[in-house]
T-cell receptor, first 116, second 109 residues
């Protein structure tokens, strides 16, 4: 199956700092990637859709100035959590779809962010 | 809108069967099923694209009733490796997948 790699796997940072998470599709080109957030024992909540070469589209309630998404190439999307606060601590997971429309999602390994 | 999954949690003994249901108040264009182990990313199980479609792999299968806007995942003769949280996801017209709250499955030896 297709491989999506996410980095870092975990990060601990101080309140007020920014953290960047990378998501790469290793063996296919992904024009669209999705960023999810998951709190312990809860569901995967879609945060935003990352589109190569254009602006990301954010779900309702997600602050686009706080969660900056850049889809620089067909294989790389980044999520930057700016001025992180303890309530931003969560498990962030990216995913990509190989086919243009429809089809299964391939998930990255996830990045666990802890903000002190 | 988030699909509704039931039950929220299931405890089974190895070898027993389980059914997990997923329903939506709005039209379901397709249904995705994933399993997530603790601390890991979700892993794809299967997609159902058409009403009436049924799919399976080994002892895990699923059905999709488009009219009733629901899907069910069947786990037969469960194994210890089936433990985890199962999520159904509905694909919207805009190609996004919205997941249900999940069903935690725990298999006892």
């Amino acid at each position: 199956g297709a491989v999506v790699s996410q980095h870092p796997s975990w990060v601990i940072c101080k309140s007020g700092t920014s953290v960047k998470i990378e998501c790469r599709s290793l063996d296919f080109q992904a024009t669209t990637m999705f960023w999810y957030r998951q709190f312990p024992k809860q569901s995967l909540m879609l945060m935003a859709t990352s589109n190569e070469g254009s602006k990301a589209t954010y779900e309702q309630g997600v602050e686009k100035d706080k969660f900056l998404i850049n889809h620089a190439s067909l294989t790389l999307s980044t999520l930057t959590v700016t001025s992180a606060h303890p309530e931003d601590s969560s498990f962030y997971i990216c995913s990509a779809r190989r086919a243009r429309l429809g089809g299964e999602l391939f998930f990255g390994e996830g990045s666990r962010l802890t903000v002190l | 809108q988030q699909p509704v999954q039931s039950p929220q949690a299931v405890i089974l003994r190895e070898g027993e069967d389980a059914v997990i249901n997923c329903s939506s108040s709005k039209a379901l264009y397709s249904v995705h099923w994933y399993r997530q182990k603790h601390g890991e990313a979700p892993v794809f199980l299967m997609i159902l694209l058409k009403g009436g479609e049924q799919k399976g792999h080994e002892k895990i299968s699923a059905s999709f009733n488009e009219k009733k806007q629901q899907s069910s995942l069947y786990l037969t003769a469960s194994q210890l490796s089936y433990s985890g949280t199962y999520f159904c996801g509905k694909m919207n017209r805009d190609d996004k997948i919205i997941f249900g709250k999940g069903t935690r499955l725990h298999i006892l030896p």
